[in-house]
Nanobody, 126 residues
């Protein structure tokens, strides 16, 4: 069992930066691939980024590549999402998620993830 708690998001101007964190409780954090997803108003949930248990491999949606960076700290059981050059279209509720599955081609699928945080609002103003 893993409990995930995201840090508070916030309001930021376009072009600005924001860092989200997700704290995980439970054992064997390093055995979980961690992902970030988001849901914008009126839209379906979409994949943002994922990082394997060791941190050696990361995956990004095309829409955030080169702007967002996912990282993790297996000592403190946290995963981070550094978001730079934010755009109004990045406005969404952001969720972190955990999975023990190791299917790199499927890390973008929400159905792969077993545990989810409660979500945190990120608003980017133009």
């Amino acid at each position: 069992q893993v409990a995930l708690v995201e840090s508070r998001g916030g309001l930021v101007q376009a072009g600005g930066s924001l860092r989200l964190s997700c704290a995980a409780s439970g054992r064997s954090f390093s055995t979980y691939t961690m992902g970030w997803f988001r849901r914008a108003p009126g839209k379906e949930r979409e994949f943002v980024a994922a990082i394997t248990g060791s941190g050696d491999n990361t995956y990004y949606a095309d829409s955030v590549k080169d702007r967002f960076t996912i990282s993790r700290d297996n000592v403190y059981n946290t995963v981070h999402l550094q978001m730079n050059s934010l755009k109004p279209e990045d406005t969404a509720v952001y969720y972190c998620a955990a999975t023990k599955a190791h299917i790199s081609s499927a890390y973008g699928l929400g159905e792969l993830y077993t545990y989810w945080g409660q979500g945190t609002q990120v608003t980017v103003s133009s």
